[in-house]
Structures are given as structure tokens and as C-alpha cells.
């Protein structure tokens, strides 16, 4: 049975169209991920019999490109004094060291209805507790993965789970004892349990490589190899940090972009994340090669990595997407917005993006660098996933409803999400979550029972 949405305002094609419906077909399964839009009409001045109306301007729903869902257990607690962003892993660490499949399904679950709730329909999870503390595998291998998919799948996102190859502590140097259930030991081991993962309606399998010092250089290419014999997204920590940089260069005599380009690994499927700290060759090398750059800029500002050089990435090739990281907000308006506003600070000029090109990055480009390539628009055959945002809200009332754009990009935040569609099922209406009724509650359950 179709659907009909009537969405009084919504972004087509890079413009603000007023009287919009969309005609969906629903998912026929729980999560409702695979419903998709089988028309679109403009002009339509008054909701048609029948149709959910969706008042606000209407988004492609919002793709959040890299998430590591036990981080948002830190927030509040990890800004508490200063320090660096090293200390800040002693302080994930024990965090992580707390995560059971059971506890970690809880936190993921109310995380990701967070985000639901914040517009996101897809997150890219960065996927790297992989075993019991101490490194011993679970009955299932992949438990703490399988947790992660159902909580997407019950909180009503996508998911794509970018199983992440952590293998050293650092160049040379073996896991530590907190790292220990970050690894597989060796990259052929890795690959061999996450190919036992099975990909689901609302499920992508990927992969990722932790960072250069956490997979030794030598066994780079067979997680490359891995992503392109599945034409499977590949995602890694990159230049994040510069002490990062001078071991590669200490331990390989180049920089980790090019150490990354020698064995593989950089590539149209590729997205860096983060790319803080660049030369201009690195910056050649990623663009040359389509890699994709995913800024984090609320967590980048958090832990102090720096502004990484989003202008000249794109301009030299690089798609860009954006993802929050670390949670220090799950935000993906104020990401977009902080990634042009961390441009003019640094450069002292403005206008390097317009709304609408940040938009994309925050939709269609972060949905493809997560193998999602058929949503992240509001097209016939595009997946029917989708959000609201409220122009009549105290941030958002003013501006006419043609610069709806600017006005959800430079003014709107998450909480200005009044719904989220996702396969076509209202997985958000009116502000409220309709599967995960109290998400307040569960986050803040699931964040103490870590703190136990």
C-alpha cells in the first residue's frame, strides 16, 4: 500500500519548492528500511485527502558518516579540566572496557534513537570492540557487531557497520592491555570473522582501517583488499593527530596519506576521517584518488585536533561528508554549519559553502561515502528516508521560507527536528520517537549502567 506525504516546504534539486508530495511505498519489514519514493509533485497548494502533512521544511534525511556509539558515555564527563586528546583515550578506555554485547545493544539503541531524533537516517559505525576483555573472542565472534545492527534496526536507522581492523598500539609496538578486544591479532584473522557478517535491509557491512599505527604497514593491503573485492566502503583515521604523523614519519619515512596511497588503500570507496593535518601533497594524493574526507569539527574542536583543510580537500577532489564522531553533541546541522564557520576562522573570510553544498554533505554525499548511494535525495527510486525541520521555532522563525536553507544550516539545531521518515515510516513525528518512546531515559539508563 503507498503512502502520501504532504511536506509544506521541501529541498529539491538545491531549492526550496513550497507544496510538495511524495508519494512512498512502506517497508514491508519491522525496520522499515527498504520503502521508497515512487513520485514526486510540486505545486500541490493544499495536502491531498489522506496525506500526512509534515509541516516545516522537508530534508533528504541526514547521513552521520562516522559514530562510535559507546563514546556518547563520555559526554559531560570528558570536559570536565583540559588535558589532550591522549588523555581523553585513558578515559574512553575504561569506558570501553565496561562494554558488554548486552550493555553496548542498550547504549547503541538509545544513541541511535538519538540521532533519529536529531534528523540522521544512516550513521557509518566505526565499529572496534570487537572481543571480550582481555581479547578473548564470544561464543559469536561478531556479537558486539550483531548488537550494534539490531539496535539501528530497533532504534528505525540504517546502518552501515564499518568493522575496523585495530591490530597495534603503535608502529611496531603489540595491543595494549585495554586494546587487546580491539584485535584480531592479524588482518587475515580480521577479515575472517567480519566476512561471517551478513548484510540486512537496513544493514551495510564495511570495513575500516583503526588508523596507520594501528595496523601494521604490511597487512594495509588486505583490508583494501577486503572493501574492493565486496565493493565495500573503506574508512580510516587519518593525520588526526600530529604526533601521529611524525611517528609514521620516524617508523616509514613518509607521511600516513602516503604510506595509505603505497599499500592501497586510498580510493573512490575510501573516506579519510578527520584529515587534519595535511601537506599539500597529501591533500594532492587524496583528491587525486577521489578519497572521500569526513570532518568531524564538534569533536575536532572538542579534543583541540586542530582545522583540517576542508576547502582545498574538496577543491583538489575529495567528497566531503561529515559525522559526529565522539558525540560530544549528536548535531549534524551544527556540524555543517561548523565546518564553514571553522574555514572563516581560520582563512578570515566567509562564504566557502553555500547551505546547499553543505547540505549535500550532510545527505548525499555522507549517505554514498556509507555505501548508500540510493538515498540522501528526494527522488523517484531514491530510498523514502527524509526529515523535518521547524521553521516557526524561536531559532528558526524570521527568514522567508525560499532561504529555508540557510535558515536550517546557520540557525536551526537538532532540536528543531519535528520528524523522521525512514523507508518511508514515520520513525519521528512531532518531536517524539515513535519506537523508542523515552530516549532521554534509556540514554541516560544505558550511560550508568557503564558508570557501575
Not at 528558526?396 to 535558515?407: I, Q, S
Amino acid at each position: 500500500m503507498t503512502r502520501t506525504y504532504w511536506l509544506e516546504h521541501a529541498w529539491l534539486d538545491g531549492a526550496v519548492e513550497p507544496g510538495v508530495t511524495l508519494t512512498v511505498t512502506p517497508s514491508g519489514s519491522a525496520a522499515g528500511s527498504d520503502g521508497r519514493i515512487t513520485a514526486v509533485r510540486t505545486g500541490v497548494a493544499t495536502p491531498p485527502p489522506g496525506a500526512e502533512i509534515l509541516r516545516g521544511l522537508t530534508l533528504p534525511g541526514l547521513a552521520n558518516a562516522h559514530s562510535h556509539a559507546f563514546h556518547r558515555a563520555l559526554r559531560g564527563t570528558v570536559q570536565v579540566g583540559s588535558g589532550t586528546f591522549w588523555t581523553w583515550r585513558e578515559v574512553m578506555y575504561a569506558v570501553a572496557e565496561r562494554l558488554t554485547p548486552d550493555t553496548y545493544h542498550a547504549l547503541a539503541r538509545a544513541v541511535y534513537a538519538e540521532m533519529a531524533l536529531a534528523g540522521i537516517t544512516a550513521v557509518g559505525e566505526f565499529h572496534y570492540v570487537h572481543h571480550a576483555p582481555g581479547g578473548t573472542p564470544y561464543t559469536d565472534p561478531n556479537a558486539m557487531g550483531e548488537a550494534l545492527i539490531a539496535a539501528a534496526a530497533e532504534a528505525g536507522i540504517r546502518i552501515t557497520l564499518l568493522d575496523t581492523a585495530y591490530l597495534s598500539s603503535g608502529f611496531g609496538q603489540p595491543p595494549t592491555p585495554h586494546q587487546l578486544r580491539f584485535s584480531d591479532g592479524t588482518a587475515e584473522a580480521w577479515a575472517e570473522r567480519c566476512s561471517v557478517l551478513k548484510e540486512r535491509d537496513h544493514a551495510r557491512i564495511g570495513a575500516a582501517v583503526h588508523s596507520v599505527r594501528a595496523v601494521p604497514a604490511g597487512q594495509l593491503a588486505t583490508v583494501a583488499r577486503w572493501s574492493e573485492e565486496r565493493r565495500a566502503p573503506l574508512h580510516v583515521h587519518l593525520s588526526e593527530q600530529t604526533a601521529e604523523n611524525e611517528a609514521c614519519q620516524e617508523a616509514h619515512g613518509c607521511t600516513p596519506t602516503r604510506l595509505l596511497a603505497e599499500h592501497g588503500v586510498l580510493g573512490p570507496r575510501t573516506t579519510g576521517v578527520h584529515n587534519t593535518h595535511l601537506t599539500d601533497e597529501d591533500i594532492a594524493l587524496i583528491g587525486s584518488t577521489s578519497t572521500g574526507t569526513c570532518m568531524c569539527p564538534t569533536t575536532e574542536r572538542d579534543l583541540a585536533d586542530g582545522i583540517g583543510p576542508a576547502r582545498a580537500l574538496q577543491s583538489a577532489g575529495s567528497p566531503l561528508s561529515l559525522g559526529s564522531d565522539s558525540h560530544a553533541v549528536i548535531d549534524l546541522l551544527e556540524e555543517a554549519r561548523a565546518m564553514e564557520l571553522n574555514e572563516r576562522l581560520r582563512t578570515r573570510t566567509r562564504g566557502h559553502w553555500t547551505a546547499a553544498a553543505l547540505l549535500r554533505a550532510a545527505t548525499a554525499t555522507g549517505h554514498a561515502a556509507l555505501g548508500w548511494q540510493d538515498a540522501g535525495t528526494l527522488k523517484p527510486g531514491a530510498l523514502a528516508d527524509f526529515t523535518t525541520i521547524a521553521l516557526d521555532s524561536v531559532r528558526t522563525a524570521g527568514p522567508p521560507p525560499r532561504l529555508g536553507a540557510e535558515t536550517a544550516v546557520f540557525a536551526a539545531t537538532a532540536a528543531d527536528v519535528r520528524h523522521t521518515v525512514v523507508g518511508g515510516r514515520q520513525v519521528v513525528r512531532d518531536g517524539a520517537h515513535a519506537l523508542v518512546p523515552d530516549a532521554a531515559r534509556a540514554l541516560a539508563d544505558a550511560v550508568a549502567a557503564l558508570r557501575t
